[in-house]
């Protein structure tokens, strides 16, 4: 990161901030934990200035600096607080925005970084590793999020279509547990026995590649399910 200036420093040993300690060791010393602990009603536009700086200077960080800030609480979150203020989160649990998976997450969710922030500092957040948003644990936490959403059934299509497409990576492995949940939890929209748009667990539902067994036991979906998750909901031997 670019190292601070000799004026910046007068600056801040003026305000018996620092004695002599590298610019990292002031950061992480003195300058993020004031940021996490700072009442924000009173010092949003100093903590604003601060991260706008650090992101600023952090666009080509090294590993261990990168790996430090992803685990601190100071990414400017997309939603507020009941207050009306900013409330942050940690770069590791964000998704990037513009990220194809974003799709998969829903906007009250406290998993996208302010927009504004993120357009200043987009390369700094993605050099610093902001997450993509798929994991080894996101099917299973998709899954419960859906499954508790109560808003209009019709905002969960898309996000569970793009879901049910995807193609795993080897490396994503489901523990028997998970696997239960998955299949037992209703979030998958589909129309019940009665025709009401409702959700669905995956294990009480058939897909559109299963017409001839609908019966008037099993509610039905219109979502295609890939190869990958056809295994993951048991529709696959």
Not at 26 to 53: M, Q
Not at 138 to 157: H, Q, W
Request: include cysteine; proline fraction near 5%.
């Amino acid at each position: 990161m670019k190292p601070i200036t000799q004026h910046e420093r007068n600056i801040l040993r003026q305000l018996e901030l620092v004695l002599d300690v590298s610019d990292e060791q002031l950061l992480r010393i003195h300058l993020l934990p004031w940021v996490v602990s700072a009442a924000e009603n009173k010092f949003a536009l100093v903590k604003k200035a601060l991260l706008d700086w650090l992101f600023m200077n952090s666009k080509s960080p090294g590993e261990v600096w990168a790996d430090y800030l992803r685990d601190q609480q100071i990414i400017p979150l997309s939603i507020r607080d009941a207050a009306g203020l900013t409330r942050y989160g940690r770069l590791a649990d964000l998704v990037a925005p513009d990220s194809s998976d974003a799709i998969l997450y829903l906007n009250h969710e406290a998993v996208f970084p302010d927009d504004q922030f993120y357009t200043r500092h987009r390369q700094a957040l993605t050099a610093c590793g902001i997450g993509h948003g798929f994991a080894a644990g996101t099917v299973l936490d998709r899954a419960e999020a859906y499954s508790k959403f109560n808003g209009p059934i019709a905002i969960l299509k898309d996000k569970v279509e793009y879901l049910l497409r995807l193609s795993l990576l080897e490396s994503v492995v489901l523990s028997v547990e998970s696997l239960h949940k998955i299949r037992s939890l209703s979030w998958i929209p589909g129309i019940s026995i009665e025709g009401a748009d409702v959700l669905l667990p995956p294990n009480a539902c058939r897909g559109p590649q299963e017409h001839a067994l609908v019966d008037h036991v099993w509610g039905t979906t219109s979502s295609f399910v890939g190869s990958d998750f056809e295994k993951i909901l048991g529709q696959s031997s």
